[in-house]
């Protein structure tokens, strides 16, 4: 059964630090990895997906990469700033229904 | 472009009474979820559909239903609420030529008392 997890579950970082998510999965037999944001009581906003047969994938200050063989992910926030304070979630689509099975989120606070 | 909406935003159900999410895209995708967010539970699928008039059970499919008759709706039916089943719903569709990119809708918040 496929589990993914993320850690740390929470962040604290002063603002303008870089900064590593992670994300690690059980079984590397994946279609794509996604990567969220959610703001408190909001819904999820796809940040960045990564198909199987892709290494990285960038969007502005956002960098995602993905290495099936070792089952990890990770998330690069350059020079982070208060408004990217949210919880983080990377979710593995497990099948060709791309159902998506997620981590609990890492909880991150950019302070000013 | 409304992506997924989902309705209603706020319920408060009494154990023992049913009613229906309304989920809707506008992205043309064949596939569409059901997930509810617990905390301390992540994300979980409830149901699933890859197709109009299809539909199939996720992780946690007990007590809930569902129904894909057009392809742009995704409904979700608690036929008897039970106090376990206040959560977070979470409408979610994806895949069509464009590429699987899922996407969601912001939220349901179920209150069962």
């Known amino acids: 059964k496929q589990e993914v997890t993320q850690i740390p579950a929470a962040l604290s970082v002063p603002e303008g630090e870089n900064l590593v998510l992670n994300c690690s999965f059980t079984?590397?037999?994946?279609?794509?990895l996604q990567w969220f944001r959610q703001d408190p009581g909001k819904g999820l906003t796809s940040l960045l997906l990564i198909q199987s047969s892709q290494r990285e994938q960038t969007s502005g200050r956002l960098n995602a990469s993905l290495d099936k063989s070792s089952g990890r992910s990770t998330l690069y926030i350059a020079a982070s700033q208060p408004g990217d304070s949210a919880t983080y979630l990377c979710?593995?689509?497990?099948?060709?229904?791309?159902?998506?099975?997620f981590g609990s989120g890492t909880r991150l606070l950019v302070r000013p | 472009n409304a992506g997924v909406t989902q309705t209603p935003k706020f319920r408060v159900l009494k154990t023992g009474q049913s009613m229906t999410l309304l989920c809707a895209q506008d992205?043309?995708?064949?596939?569409m979820y059901w997930y509810r967010q617990d905390p301390g539970m992540g994300l979980r699928l409830i149901h699933y559909?890859?197709?109009?008039?299809?539909?199939a059970k996720g992780e946690v499919p007990d007590g809930y239903n569902v129904s894909r008759l057009k392809k742009q709706n995704f409904l979700l039916g608690l036929e008897s609420a039970a106090p376990s089943q206040t959560s977070v719903y979470f409408c979610?569709?994806?895949?069509?030529?464009?590429?699987?990119?899922?996407?969601f809708g912001q939220g349901t918040r179920l209150t069962v008392v």
């Open positions: 079984d590397s037999a994946i279609y794509n």
């Open positions: 979610a569709s994806s895949y069509n030529p464009g590429g699987t990119e899922a996407f």
């Open positions: 979710a593995v689509a497990v099948d060709s229904s791309y159902k998506l099975i």
């Open positions: 559909s890859v197709g109009e008039g299809t539909t």
């Open positions: 992205m043309n995708h064949e596939y």
